[in-house]
């Protein structure tokens, strides 16, 4: 009953950037499906109100569709393409940037019995799964207030606030409220991510992240798989050819410059490395990336 409205309330105030009016709420609308792009999830809820989009992470595959959301609580290097799109029947979407501090406020407030009982083991950063009507309510609640100017400072932080609610307590809470709890498996391998991003064209040892994240070597490997689909040098390597990728861009004539700037002192492996993960060498994809425009490839962008 909900879809009708949330399609027309997204058409109507699509912008190209993606942004809006309000803080944090974002809109895609996409007429054409596009190949397979990497970029970084963010930490944000996407719901598709029309076409449909997949994602990769590692080698996990996530799929949703009309009425159905995502949720990534870690930003996480992923591969994303709009599979449901043309110029007559445009994908759309609506986007939230998840803040930890926000949930861990709502998790401080929530009484006993609020919430639903912990899992034992740490959740995937990413998940989905069919939106519940009191959620899609709260979402075209909030993209009404885009044509209420009035109301949207008063009402915009109140209907967030419900949104965050309706994942907390909904079939992914799990992997949302982890985001809010400083000591928490996931909010450990966040800490790890955040360092292994900043640091990428450095060589690294597991043992030594493992103890700056505040776990045993064996844990955090144990965690890090489960949020990220991935081991720490995957993920690195993952980092260092999404960086190599915009490097080229604007530097295409610089192949092995910009494989020494990410961390590979051997041109060779970088070229194998890089082709194997965007299916053409280094120069002939740069020359590629100066040919097209790409849609945001991730996830509600």
């Known amino acids: 009953?909900?879809?009708?409205?949330?399609?027309?309330?997204?058409?109507?105030?699509?912008?190209?950037?993606?942004?809006?009016?309000?803080?944090?709420?974002?809109?895609?609308?996409?007429?054409?499906?596009?190949?397979?792009?990497?970029?970084?999830?963010?930490?944000?809820?996407?719901?598709?109100?029309?076409?449909?989009?997949?994602?990769?992470?590692?080698?996990?595959?996530?799929?949703?569709?009309?009425?159905?959301?995502?949720v990534a609580s870690v930003d996480l290097p992923v591969t994303g393409q709009f599979t449901q799109a043309e110029p007559g029947r445009p994908a759309l979407g609506?986007?939230?940037?998840?803040?930890?501090?926000?949930?861990?406020?709502l998790l401080l407030q929530a009484g006993p019995g609020d919430l639903p009982r912990a899992g034992g083991s740490t959740p995937s950063g990413i998940a989905v799964s069919d939106a519940s009507a009191a959620l899609?309510?709260?979402?075209?609640?909030?993209?009404?207030?885009?044509?209420?100017?009035?109301?949207?400072?008063v009402l915009a932080p109140l209907i967030k606030r419900e949104i965050l609610w309706r994942l907390i307590t909904g079939e992914q809470g799990?992997?949302?409220?982890?985001l809010g709890l400083a000591d928490s498996g996931l909010s450990h391998v966040s800490r790890a991510v955040r360092w292994i991003r900043e640091h990428y064209a450095q060589p690294f040892r597991v043992e030594d992240?493992?103890?700056?994240?505040?776990?045993?070597?064996?844990?955090?490997?144990?965690?890090?798989?489960?949020?990220?689909?991935?081991?720490?040098?995957?993920?690195?390597?993952?980092?260092?050819?999404?960086?190599?990728?915009?490097?080229?861009?604007?530097?295409?004539?610089?192949?092995?410059?910009v494989g020494r700037r990410v961390g590979y002192d051997n041109p060779s492996q970088f070229s194998r490395e890089y082709r194997r993960q965007f299916g053409a060498p280094p120069s002939r994809d740069a020359a590629r990336l100066r040919d097209t425009t790409r849609t945001p490839a991730g996830i509600l962008p």
Do not use: C
Request: proline share 6%.
């Open 1 to 70: 009953m909900y879809l009708d409205e949330f399609r027309s309330l997204l058409d109507r105030h699509a912008r190209p950037d993606w942004t809006t009016a309000i803080d944090g709420v974002l809109i895609s609308k996409v007429d054409r499906p596009d190949p397979p792009a990497p970029s970084m999830s963010g930490t944000v809820l996407a719901v598709i109100a029309q076409g449909a989009k997949r994602l990769a992470l590692g080698d996990r595959v996530y799929e949703y569709g009309p009425g159905q959301y995502l």
């Open 94 to 105: 609506f986007g939230l940037t998840l803040n930890p501090t926000d949930v861990a406020e």
């Open 136 to 153: 899609l309510d709260a979402v075209v609640r909030m993209l009404r207030l885009l044509g209420e100017p009035r109301d949207r400072a």
């Open 174 to 178: 799990a992997t949302v409220r982890q």
């Open 209 to 257: 992240v493992a103890r700056m994240s505040g776990m045993s070597a064996s844990a955090f490997y144990r965690n890090f798989q489960a949020v990220t689909a991935m081991s720490p040098t995957q993920f690195q390597k993952q980092i260092r050819l999404q960086e190599a990728r915009l490097l080229l861009a604007t530097r295409p004539g610089d192949v092995t410059g």
